[in-house]
């Protein structure tokens, strides 16, 4: 039974403080949220937590020494701080900007109230949860609180095993020729390719900037189901999926924006891959893990290309890349540069497009009413993200960025045209 392990290479950016050389995830966290009508009880939404622990044993964990590097331990017991504030809006968007104290516990909460509307957040360390998992921990907390409210005593399986890292599950899947010889290629860092378009950074900082409370921005764009309907056939009539129709208005709107006025730029879309489906059999989504690396797509994009177009090349590089393995195996050279002293260059992206998909609606007690649920993760530089998902059959696109480089002048423009693309789309 593995109640300890290694962290792994793959989590060690998110648990290792590798300074300005390294990428900006460094306990970063994970933040899913539920806004209710209704006022949940904190005493319920504690041993709800306990359950999530409880059958999670990666939420029990703590990082310690170890000889050859940090280590994931699990405990006992533990209980995850749960912290009652009040407002919503102005609370969340200073929360989501917040660094929990992760010694204590893996996972937090917090339950924001203002009149009968309260919101549940949970925060949960980057390093052992992704976007798609830490929903699927959403949905089970709210199982949970749903049956005890209702007098129910759920009593999910105690686990003591920790999962396995997904790089750990991954090793041996490639010939070590071939992981060397991608090891190679980016130790002599290939031909000097075109470097991307992307919207300007004020990295020294502009006049006026919001303070630290309030750096990263989560801006949504949520649409109701029969406009959200009239999206997906507006995409299916175009041979494209919502996700590929977004990535091409997002690709197009930034385009219009940059310099020169004519002509094709360079630009690369970042993605991020879930490696559960990679994997034989698949992975659970319900297995708490962070298992997300990414994959960029390059292309050249016109003023006048259509974004279905667009869209439409971006899907089909990312199918040929899926095909041929490139995530995993590139994340693997990677690591394995990593470990032999080679820098590893950080990708430009244009922009990134995170494809969450479609999550149902989880369920909340009798006489509360569920009015919307979501997600957000950022860290400082990180470039601009656009997440795409269906929840609960509404379509929410939501922009997420670092405000002290980029700023509202940029964004807002770019909001304001996603929304009336998708609208003009809805009622065409």
């Known amino acids: 039974m593995t109640r300890q392990r290694p962290v792994s290479p793959f989590e060690s950016v998110y648990f290792l403080d590798l300074g300005p050389a390294g990428l900006p995830l460094y306990d970063m966290p994970e933040f899913v949220e539920s806004l209710v009508r209704g006022r949940p009880d904190p005493a319920l939404m504690r041993r709800a937590l306990g359950l999530l622990t409880e059958h999670h044993p990666i939420l029990r964990s703590e990082v310690t020494s170890g000889e050859a590097g940090p280590l994931l331990r699990v405990r006992d017991r533990v209980r995850p701080p749960l912290t009652v504030l009040d407002g919503i809006e102005e609370t969340y968007a200073e929360l989501i900007n917040s660094r929990p104290d992760w010694t204590e516990s893996l996972l937090h ?16 360390h980057h390093g052992v949860a992704d976007g798609r998992s830490a929903f699927a921990l959403l ?26 890292a997904i790089d750990t599950r991954l090793a041996g899947a490639f010939p070590d020729a071939e992981l060397d010889a991608l090891v190679d290629a980016i130790a002599q860092g290939g ?20 303070d630290a409370a309030r750096r990263f921005v989560c801006d949504r764009l949520e ?48 993605h991020g891959v879930d490696l559960r489906t990679r994997l034989t059999p698949h992975l659970p989504l319900s297995t708490v893990l962070n298992c997300i690396t990414g994959l960029q797509t390059t292309l050249a994009v016109g003023h006048d290309d259509r ?3 667009v869209g439409r090349e971006v899907s089909g590089q990312v199918a040929g890349a899926l095909a041929r393995r490139d995530p995993e195996r590139f994340l693997l050279a990677a690591l394995r540069a990593g470990a032999r002293g080679v820098a590893v260059p950080v990708p430009v992206v244009s922009y990134g497009i995170s494809n969450v998909g479609r999550i149902p609606a989880h369920p909340v007690p009798e006489g509360m009413e569920l009015l919307r649920f979501g997600g957000t993760a950022n860290a400082p530089g990180m470039p601009p993200k656009i997440g795409v998902a269906s929840f609960g059959g509404r379509l929410l696109v939501q922009n997420e960025y670092d405000s002290w480089t980029y700023g509202p002048e940029q964004m807002g423009p770019l909001r304001e045209t996603l929304r009336a693309s998708l609208t003009d789309l809805a009622i065409e």
């Open 109 to 124: 909460a917090w339950l924001l109230r203002d009149g009968e509307r309260s919101q549940v957040v949970l925060g949960i």
């Open 139 to 164: 949905d089970e907390f709210w199982r949970y609180y749903t049956a005890l409210a209702a007098g129910a005593d759920p009593a999910p399986e105690r686990r003591e095993e920790l999962p396995e």
């Open 191 to 210: 031909a000097a390719d075109a470097k991307p378009a992307t919207l300007p950074t004020d990295a020294v900082g502009r006049p006026g900037r919001p």
């Open 223 to 270: 649409f109701p189901p029969r406009i959200t309907d009239a999206v997906v056939a507006a995409a299916r009539a175009r041979g494209v999926t919502v996700n590929s129709l977004v990535t091409g208005l997002v690709l197009t709107a930034v385009r219009a924006r940059l310099a020169p006025e004519h002509g094709p730029l360079t630009m690369t879309c970042g």
């Open 307 to 309: 974004p279905e177009a």
